[in-house]
């Protein structure tokens, strides 16, 4: 079990958890509140608010992590499938309620396409580095009904940087999870800012609309593919 499913575990099934720790490769480590991940409906942000809003007909909320979102949307009598790659938080979520839960990634294969994506928490991130943005649009695509949409959010860290890097774009990260002494593997993420994210999506034949900004340099974006070909 990978450190991030056992912290969930822990949180859920055992009732408490140690420091989760996420460490990055671009300053000192910073510790994870596992209970973010079990935020109810009163503790969402404005934007996650505005987000589910904004889903319609079938959705696919990827990157589910133990329902934040799709526990909402239930509520809403909107008809909603969580995807999610963790196996523990996939457990989680089908013992909390969420009535449609598939263990796999935005890269898996599956059945059904949908109306709306739903990717949150940064859910740009997914992509990992710029270099993967074809992909990782052609994997939306892929998951999307035809006149389907993407809702998906990312923060734009500028701020993160005295002077911004050279020979890579700022918002490419590294992260690795500790929980227990015990270290996950490294992945890459990747945040962006709007006017790249615009740039990025047009270079690949989608549209792309900024519908909400807060005060934290984060914000929200709907996007469509041009054409489904």
């Given amino acids: 079990m990978s450190p991030f499913d056992q912290a969930l575990s822990d949180f859920y ?12 490769n671009y300053g000192d480590p910073e510790v994870m509140p596992v209970e973010v991940f079990f935020r109810n409906e009163s503790e969402l942000s ?17 990157g589910a992590g133990v329902g934040a979102h799709a526990l909402p949307l239930q509520k809403m ?14 457990q989680i979520m089908k013992d909390l309620g969420v009535k449609h839960v598939t ?4 890269y898996s294969s599956l ?27 052609k994997a939306l695509g892929s998951k999307l009904n035809p006149e389907g949409r993407v809702i998906i959010d990312s923060s734009d860290v500028a ?56 005060d934290n340099d984060q914000y929200l974006a709907i996007l469509k593919p041009n054409n489904y070909d």
Wanted: aromatic content about 14%; charged content about 20%; some cysteine.
């Fill in 159 to 214: 701020y993160m940087h005295d002077k911004l890097p050279e020979g890579h774009y700022y918002g490419e990260v590294e992260f690795c999870y500790e929980y227990k002494h015990i270290l996950g593997e490294w992945f890459n993420w990747l945040y962006i800012d709007p006017n790249f994210l615009t740039e990025l999506s047009n270079e690949n034949n989608w549209s792309c609309q900024i519908v909400f900004e807060d």
């Fill in 77 to 90: 009598n909107k008809k909603v499938t969580a995807l999610e790659v963790s196996v523990s938080a996939c």
């Fill in 46 to 62: 404005d934007l996650d608010e505005y987000a589910l809003s904004l889903c319609e007909g079938d959705i696919l909320d990827v």
């Fill in 103 to 106: 263990n796999g990634s935005l």
């Fill in 111 to 137: 059945k059904e396409k949908y109306d709306t994506l739903l990717v949150l928490m940064n859910g740009f991130g997914l992509c990992g580095k710029v270099n993967n943005a074809s992909n990782f649009f």
């Fill in 13 to 24: 099934y055992n009732k408490s958890a140690s420091e989760l720790t996420l460490h990055n």
